[in-house]
């Protein structure tokens, strides 16, 4: 893989006033922020991982069972997190820490690191399928129970709250300091990061022959991803934070997934069969005709997750476990740090999980 690939820029005309998947109603020339950086090869790499989280600057990356930072300028040198006998299958990040989600609990490290002495917030979590922070708590859904929870970020002195109980397999949470926003299979929901007795708002239904897999919210919209069955006609919403009606952004989409907004844009992964199907694609968060950023990946899995700092999209190539960006400005490629168990799935059993080809359960 060649970190030096070619930049060229792309123009977007014909720049949906009305949503992504409308027809354009006004011709027009881009604005400066509407240019689109395209990368017609490989994005560079910037480290070995299958998680990320971006924060002022920094990259904190995670193998396995390994955590790292680095500055998302260059990650030639990183620096050691966390590291220790556990399977790393979940990550989030707020001001002072990084949290994550292992087999059996949900565990925190000052991002100054700590060494294997990362911090319990909660024991006996083995089916922890989303995570999040919000410098106050943090949120996580656990699949086992389908019940959504939380602890403050210093960890539980006792049992964890309940914020919402019978909410299925929860694809993705986000907290924004005042709620909690998640999307189980055929819905949005809104928690008051205070709670809400166990009866949280629904935002927004899903129809049924769509089943959700992405969520995140800035400060005004939650915006989630939703695929069919066939993985050709997947769809990405979005519905106010404080409620209203729900506005499909782009449709046609070839299974997206993952998903990242910056106020400005939305961007999202598509994963398919075909190569030229998946990728990143964004859009604007009034509508817009959807752009892709970069088309390709090595497996029907990638690129996926997604993280965006305003300057550069992130996403992880689930089939080799890379950290690549855009745009596509030539960085250094780091060797992957050692692992204490092995490969994923060696991980994943030796800590008592199912491996799934793809997540540990």
Same mark, same amino acid.
């Given at each position: ?117 990362? =911090? @319990? ?6 089916? &922890?399928?989303?995570?999040? #922070? !919000?410098? +106050? %708590?943090? $949120? /996580? *859904? ?18 964890? =709250? @309940? ?6 397999? &929860?694809?993705?949470?986000? #907290? !924004?300091? +005042? %709620?909690? $926003? /998640? *999307? ?33 919210? !800035?400060?005004? %919209?939650? $915006? /989630? ?39 400005? $844009? ?96």
């Amino acid at each position: 893989m060649s970190p030096s690939a070619v930049l060229s820029s792309v123009t977007l005309l014909g720049v949906c006033v009305a949503a992504c998947n409308g027809a354009p109603t006004e011709e027009r020339a881009p604005s400066t922020a509407e240019a689109v950086t395209y990368c017609p090869a490989y994005p560079s790499v910037l480290s070995s991982g299958r998680l990320v989280a971006i924060d002022h600057g920094s990259a904190y990356i995670a193998t396995t069972d390994t955590i790292i930072t680095c500055p998302t300028s260059d990650c030639s040198s990183p620096t050691l997190v966390a590291s220790g006998p556990w399977f790393v299958d979940h990550m989030a990040v707020d001001a002072a820490n990084v949290y994550f989600a292992t087999i059996g609990a949900v565990m925190a490290c000052p991002k100054s690191g700590c060494g294997s002495d990362a =911090a @319990v917030i909660a024991a006996g979590r083995k089916n &922890v399928t989303a995570l999040a #922070a !919000d410098g +106050a %708590n943090v $949120y /996580w *859904a656990d699949a086992g129970t389908g019940e959504v929870l939380a602890c403050p970020a210093s960890g539980c002195t006792g049992a964890p =709250a @309940v914020l919402a109980s019978n909410q299925g397999w &929860v694809v993705g949470i986000a #907290a !924004d300091g +005042a %709620n909690v $926003y /998640w *999307a189980s299979s055929q819905a949005i929901m809104k928690c008051a990061a205070t709670g809400c007795g166990q009866r949280p708002t629904q935002l927004a239904t899903t129809p049924q022959a769509l089943v959700n897999t992405g969520l995140t919210v !800035d400060a005004v %919209n939650v $915006y /989630w991803t939703s695929s069919d069955g066939a993985g050709v006609n997947g769809a990405v919403m979005k519905v106010p934070i404080g409620g209203g009606p729900a506005t499909p952004l782009a449709g046609g989409q070839p299974l997206p997934n993952a998903i990242a907004s910056d106020g400005d $844009y939305v961007y999202w992964s598509n994963l398919n069969e075909s190569p030229s199907l998946r990728g990143i694609v964004r859009c604007a968060v009034a509508g817009g005709a959807p752009a892709p950023l970069f088309t390709g990946g090595r497996s029907v899995l990638s690129p996926a997750p997604v993280a965006v700092d305003g300057t550069s999209v992130y996403f992880v190539d689930d089939a080799v476990e890379q950290l690549a960006k855009t745009p596509c400005t030539p960085l250094p490629q780091v060797p992957p740090p050692p692992r204490h168990c092995g490969t994923p799935s060696q991980c994943c059993v030796q800590g008592g999980g199912t491996w799934d080809g793809r997540h540990c359960n």
